[in-house]
């Protein structure tokens, strides 16, 4: 779904070059993602001044891939948050160690280890902060913990007041599978590994937001333009 969704943006831009901002959770959850942080770096060149923002998927691997994983955060991603699937998509048909892998991705992989250390928690756009999961309401921007960027949920998603900024945002899947605006934050996350939907916003100064969405129908991928629900 992200390389047609890829394809649509460089549609829709036309003349006007498009930067990308990545959201994060790049891995896991699906079959594919080594392919899908090679479209990620492969989209910096084609998409000059874009950006990765670091999710909390994405930082299991950065830590296993700097020997700095515990034992426990191991277990933890691989058996119940899906890395099993990554390191499946990098070593088909293999059970390696951490260590193992790890060592198997900085070999042949590196630019995947160098995109990952390279990633931010937040990239402001004019009257929008783009995060992964979201920030702690009543802490200004700048002062932001790296793990509330990655992991809030709750406390940013109930809270009803405004922000200095309005939130761009992943992580916690929209419970209509589309995307979804508020007065305070729009939700990106539609939940591609179990609804099959993958969502982009074009955050266009001046002009209505426009989101397109790649929906995979059996073996079709459409690409499809939709209104958010408000």
């Not at 998509?89 to 260590?99: C, E, K, N």
């Not at 756009?125 to 990655?150: E, K, M, N």
């Amino acid at each position: 779904m992200l390389r047609p969704l890829l394809d649509a943006i460089e549609a829709d831009a036309g003349d006007c070059p498009a930067q990308v901002v990545f959201l994060g959770d790049i891995i896991d959850r699906g079959p594919d993602s080594k392919e899908a942080l090679e479209l990620v770096d492969e989209a910096f060149d084609r998409f000059p001044g874009s950006q990765l923002i670091l999710g909390n998927h994405d930082e299991y691997l950065l830590l296993a891939l700097e020997g700095l994983l515990t034992d426990s955060d191991a277990v933890n991603w691989l058996d119940g948050n899906g890395g099993r699937a990554t390191t499946e998509s990098y070593l088909p048909g293999t059970r390696p160690s951490v260590g193992q892998f790890a060592d198997f991705v900085c070999n042949y992989y590196q630019h995947h280890h160098t995109l990952l250390k390279d990633a931010v928690c937040q990239v402001l756009v004019g009257d929008y902060c783009l995060v992964h999961a979201g920030i702690r309401p009543g802490i200004a921007l700048d002062s932001q913990s790296s793990t509330d960027t990655r992991l809030i949920r709750d406390d940013f998603l109930s809270h009803s007041g405004s922000f200095e900024k309005v939130i761009v945002h992943g992580h916690s899947v929209t419970h209509s599978g589309l995307p979804e605006v508020y007065p305070n934050r729009i939700a990106l996350d539609t939940g591609a590994y179990a609804t099959n939907r993958l969502t982009a916003c074009k955050l266009d100064a001046g002009n209505a937001l426009t989101f397109l969405i790649t929906r995979l129908n059996g073996v079709e991928v459409i690409v499809e333009r939709t209104s958010p629900l408000r």
